[in-house]
């Protein structure tokens, strides 16, 4: 599923973050589409902002570009990954 562009900032850049992720791993776009199931039609149109990805989308295609979610939405590096334990925070 893909959004429209709208005027909200969260969206600013997202598309060229994924090019140039992409592009940083030697991909095209037609590889990246077939790595993912996105045509290489809509991967144009979100790299150059005239769609954006659903959430789903953005995280399938981040995981592809061994990008996470913060780091396509922000274009700010993930500084660390935080794995948490909720072993002990069961409900008695």
Same mark, same amino acid.
């Given at each position: ?23 940083? #791993?030697?991909?095209?776009?037609? !590889? &990246? ?14 790299? +150059? ?15 592809? #570009?061994?990008?996470c979610?913060? !780091? &396509?939405m ?13 072993? +002990?925070?069961?409900?008695?």
């Open positions: 599923m893909v959004h429209e562009p709208t005027d909200e900032p969260v969206w600013t850049g997202v598309g060229a973050r994924i090019r140039q992720q992409r592009m940083e #791993l030697g991909l095209t776009q037609q !590889e &990246l589409a077939h790595r993912t199931g996105v045509s290489k039609s809509m991967i144009s149109q979100i790299e +150059n902002g005239r769609s954006y990805p659903s959430i789903s989308t953005l995280y399938l295609i981040g995981s592809t #570009l061994d990008a979610f913060d !780091e &396509l922000s274009g700010k590096p993930a500084d660390h990954v935080t794995n948490r334990d909720d072993s +002990n925070d069961r409900m008695t």
